[in-house]
């Protein structure tokens, strides 16, 4: 069964940490890309992160330095760390991981293009308060 389940949104103060986990099944986590995607209220949904097969990470400009994508293989598990949060991190957070049998490359995963991604989670809100 194809599922993503993301969880660990919650309200915080600026400056504060939070970590969100997407719970994939087995097939999709052989996905040759993964990430997180967010929509604040009023705006279009934008990348934050991106993961490839081989674990290598890119981040929106916005979040650089202060945002950890991680996987954790014998979980199943995709993780993002957000330390040092700020009142603009306020938003649904999306987890999406591409069809496994798509050939993403690394370049393609890395520009977090949402028409790679297949498959999406219902979304987690975080809310960061000043």
């Known amino acids: 069964q194809v599922q993503l389940v993301e969880s660990g949104g919650g309200s915080v103060q600026a400056g504060g940490s939070l970590r969100l986990t997407c719970a994939t099944s087995?097939?999709?986590?052989?996905?040759?890309?993964m990430g997180w995607f967010r929509r604040a209220p009023g705006k279009e949904r934008e990348g934050v992160a991106t993961?490839?097969?081989?674990?290598?990470?890119i981040y929106a400009e916005s979040v650089k330095g202060r945002f950890t994508i991680s996987k954790d293989n014998a979980k199943n598990t995709l993780y993002l760390q957000m330390d040092s949060l700020k009142p603009e991190d306020t938003a649904m957070y999306y987890c999406?991981?591409?069809?496994?049998?798509?050939?993403?490359?690394?370049?393609?995963?890395?520009?977090?293009?949402?028409?790679?991604?297949?498959?999406w989670g219902q979304g987690t809100q975080v809310t960061v308060s000043s």
């Open positions: 087995r097939a999709l986590y052989s996905s040759n890309c």
């Open positions: 999406a991981a591409a069809h496994v049998a798509a050939d993403v490359s690394p370049s393609v995963c890395a520009d977090m293009g949402e028409s790679v991604f297949s498959y």
């Open positions: 993961i490839d097969r081989g674990g290598s990470a």
